[in-house]
């Protein structure tokens, strides 16, 4: 089983670059989830789905967007990448108890 | 607003003590709770969760939580650690069936030989 999978697993952006992370998941879940980790801060959301067509924002969505066209996928775009999210990124999901994480995607903003 | 607070940054034992990582909450209602545990340069495994029912949860790897309604607190505990458990350690939370988690800061677990 492939779980949650998370491509790039690292990437290095110049300032005001744009980019897509891709997350996938084939257990059919219905909610996913967008999170960055910071040392000494934990894992804190970005975005979350639902459900496909459904997104809203969390705690800290400035800078990203998301789209949910289907089920399985759900991509995080960085608009004009800055220093400040220089972070790992983790996409989840779950069927709202239980989240499952992918391996994550260290980008680095220079 | 909800959280979840993990008081100690960063605890070292050594290897054949026991264990405790301590979690508190504020949720308007009990949430569920969740322990998480992260390797290095590795994505986040589920120990345990507690959803209603027993207050002590059973996880992997011989790890526990008790969870306690007055405290507002989910303390994930371990009779005795080994070597391989030196890693990262989250307590998550979140309001019922949304999907959305709420992290604490994180424990780093070191174990001395």
């Known amino acids: 089983n492939a779980g949650v999978t998370q491509t790039p697993k690292f990437q290095v952006l110049k300032t005001g670059q744009s980019m897509t992370l891709q997350c996938a998941q084939d257990?059919?879940?219905?909610?996913m989830s967008w999170y960055r980790q910071d040392p000494g801060m934990g894992l804190r959301l970005i975005h979350y789905s639902v459900g496909a067509g459904i997104t809203d924002q969390g705690e800290v969505p400035n800078g990203y967007n998301v789209s949910r066209s289907t089920t399985e996928d759900f991509p995080l775009r960085l608009l004009s990448a800055a220093p400040s999210q220089t972070s790992v990124y983790f996409c989840?999901?779950?069927?709202?108890?239980?989240?499952?994480f992918g391996q994550g995607t260290r980008l680095t903003v220079v | 607003a909800q959280s979840v607070t993990q008081p100690d940054i960063h605890i070292t034992v050594s290897e054949g003590a026991s264990l405790e990582l301590r979690c508190n909450y504020s949720?308007?209602?009990?949430?569920?709770l969740f322990w998480y545990v992260q390797s290095p340069g590795q994505g986040l495994q589920l120990l345990l969760k507690y959803f209603s029912g027993d207050t002590l949860v059973q996880g992997i790897k011989g790890f526990e939580a008790e969870f306690k309604r007055s405290q507002s607190s989910f303390n994930l505990k371990k009779p005795s650690v080994h070597w391989s458990d030196a890693a990262e350690y989250f307590c998550a939370a979140s309001s019922g069936n949304t999907g959305k988690l709420i992290f604490g800061q994180g424990t780093t677990l070191q174990v001395k030989p």
């Open positions: 257990m059919n879940h219905e909610y």
């Open positions: 989840a999901s779950s069927t709202g108890g239980e989240a499952f």
């Open positions: 949720y308007g209602a009990t949430p569920y």
